[in-house]
Structures are given as C-alpha cells and as structure tokens.
C-alpha cells in the first residue's frame, strides 16, 4: 500500500514543484505532462486486475512493487535530465507502477482478515498504509534533495517500495485460517 500512494505523491507533488521551481519548467507544460502521465495509471489497473484475476493479486501486487524499487534507481537520471520527455517518462512509469500496485489490492486487502472485521480490518488498512507510507513523501522528498540531491529521493522511493515488498511477502496469501 506504500509504495502505491508514494509513487502517486512523488509524482504529482514533489515533481510538479521540483519541476517548476528547480528545472523552471512552466507549471502549465508540467501539469501537462502529468495529465498524459495519468493515462498510464488508467491503462495499468485494468491491466494489473486482470493479470491479478489470472495469476493472483498478491504476484501482481509484488511485480509491481519490484517494479517501483528498480525505477527509484531511475529517478536521478530521468528527472535530474531536464529533459521534458525523459521527465514525462518517468511521470508516465510512476503513475503506470501506481495502478499495477493500485488494481490488486481491492482484493489482496480484504483477504487478510477474517469475515468478521473483514472490510473494516482492509479498510483501515488501506487508509493508514496511504497516510503513514505516502503522506509524508513530498516533504521528505524535499528534505532529501536538499540534502543530498535526486538519488537520495530516487533511494527514497526504492526503500518505500522494497518495504512493501518485504510486508507483501511476509502476509499470508488469504486470513482463510481465520473463517
């Protein structure tokens, strides 16, 4: 659930402000980029469903989070370019990485509870996995670039992305002993 709403904040918000204010890259051209970046979000999560519906959600739900460890090593170079359509590719694979880790998790979730809590127990997940593994990127990001540049936010990501990984790996596949 991290690694979801991290790549989403990374994105929209650390970029668009690094972008503009860092790179002085117009702010309309920026949230344009964004806007053609969001399709691959659209493209990806009924891609990933349906490979989650096929291979299962907690694959698809891990491919994707190995997918975003390996593009925090992209960052640096693909942003730090100043080069629009380096920049809009790294948009385009940060929102597409969104909704391949975004799709299986509506039933990864609810599978780690018993039928009793089960709903509350994925929803509380969901919404504290987003506040406590994405809220803070932006700002933590920021922090980091200042601190010691692009790889340091691109280091970021990977380790977000390689915790969930590792939290993925360590549940069990369904709360089936609890039912």
Known sequence: ???????????????????????????????????????????????????????????????????????????????????????????????????????PMGAFLPAQFPVAVRYTGAGLSYQFGGILGASFAPAVAQFLVQQGGLAWVGGYMSLMALVSVLAVWKMPASAAQYD
């Open 1 to 103: 659930m991290g690694v979801c709403y991290h790549l989403f904040y990374t994105a929209t918000v650390f970029c668009l402000s690094y972008g503009t204010q860092t790179l002085h890259i117009a702010r309309p051209q920026f949230l344009a980029m964004l806007c053609v970046a969001v399709i691959g979000m659209a493209l990806a999560t009924p891609f990933a469903a349906a490979l989650a519906d096929r291979y299962g959600s907690r694959s698809v739900l891990m491919t994707g989070q190995i997918l975003a460890l390996l593009l925090g090593f992209m960052l640096a170079p693909l942003i730090g370019s100043g080069q629009l359509w380096l920049i809009a590719l790294f948009l385009f694979l940060a929102l597409f990485l969104m909704g391949i880790t975004f799709a």
